[in-house]
């Protein structure tokens, strides 16, 4: 699943660091997440899509990645995205 171009710019907004900030790891973990929600619910929808059941474990372990170094990097700003997400409640 591609994001919509829309939604994706919205994410990045919410996340950048700075004007052209695309890829900071808070935006990467940001637009992980929009890409799992989804994914989740195709998954319950197709219960037998193991293609895309295996695509979104893989994004779920490159995120858990992402925030296990955003927390050693900048434990303020980790705690800020895990609560602006709703993630580790």
């Known amino acids: 699943m591609v994001l919509v171009k829309v939604r994706k710019t919205e994410v990045i907004d919410n996340f950048k660091a700075h004007s052209k900030d695309t890829g900071s790891s808070v935006v ?4 992980l997440t929009e890409r799992i929600n989804y994914l989740s619910g195709h998954i319950k929808n197709h219960k037998k899509d193991f293609h895309s059941r295996r695509g979104l474990l893989m994004m779920i ?3 858990r990645r992402l ?3 955003l927390k050693k990097q900048n434990p303020l700003k980790y705690q800020e995205t895990i609560s602006k997400l709703d993630l580790r409640k």
């Open 67 to 69: 925030l296990t170094y």
């Open 28 to 31: 990467q973990i940001a637009l």
């Open 61 to 63: 372990g490159k995120r």
